[in-house]
T-cell receptor, first 112, second 113 residues
């Protein structure tokens, strides 16, 4: 079963613009992660934010977490054509190496 | 450092046939996961191993699916017999024990005819 749901399901923007995608989830979590999946390739871990954190940055990525609303957002600044991919949020209920529960993903297309 | 290796990358079989997928995790990663990903969906956990022990197999359909991780390194996921609805991508991932970040392999795309 899917824990989270990403919004929007699909997003198309011009290169150089910022892209924002949202994730909502249902149960209390230990941490939330974002993964990227390019066409024909495996999932790649982007960033992890713990339940006691509100914001985290990594390069052009900014993630926020609001545990009261059970939601997270991923912002990609100054988008590039190579950012075209599907982006998934994934939640872990426990710490350690628990299995992840993924959302359905947001398909991002960067127009050159 | 080599990533997670999976084989085969693609498999086409007829329904009711058996099929097996193989995964070699990143060296030193104690935890291994098998996920199933349907088209347009996120991955769903099937089973998680810590070393050779299956610590979470609650989502594995045990009537037709089985998995093993002998010696706590490589793992095999088997389906017998396969059904049309099993067509999907089967992903293997690994992580260091106690760490949340998972590293995924390229997956095996299964088509059941």
């Amino acid at each position: 079963s899917q824990q989270g749901e990403e919004d929007p399901q699909a997003l198309s923007i011009q290169e150089g613009e910022n892209a924002t995608m949202n994730c909502s989830y249902k149960t209390s979590i230990n941490n939330l992660q974002w993964y990227r999946q390019n066409s024909g390739r495996g999932l790649v871990h982007l960033i992890l934010i713990r339940s006691n954190e509100r914001e985290k940055h990594s390069g052009r990525l900014r993630v926020t977490l609001d545990t009261s609303k059970k939601s997270s957002s991923l912002l990609i600044t100054a988008s590039r054509a190579a950012d075209t991919a599907s982006y998934f949020c994934a939640t872990a209920i426990g710490g350690g190496a628990d299995g992840l529960t993924f959302g359905k993903g947001t398909h991002l297309i960067i127009q050159p | 450092e080599a990533g997670v290796v999976q084989s085969p990358r693609y498999k086409i079989i007829e329904k009711k046939q058996p099929v097996a997928f193989w995964c070699n995790p990143i060296s030193g990663h104690n935890t291994l996961y098998w996920y199933l990903q349907n088209l347009g969906q996120g991955p769903e956990l099937l089973i998680r191993y810590e070393n050779e022990e299956a610590v979470d197999d609650s989502q594995l359909p045990k009537d037709r699916f089985s998995a093993e991780r002998l010696k706590g390194v490589d793992s095999t996921l088997k389906i017998q017999p396969a059904e049309l609805g099993d067509s999907a991508v089967y992903l293997c991932a690994s992580s260091l024990l106690g760490r949340n970040e998972q590293f995924f392999g390229p997956g095996t795309r299964l088509t059941v005819l």
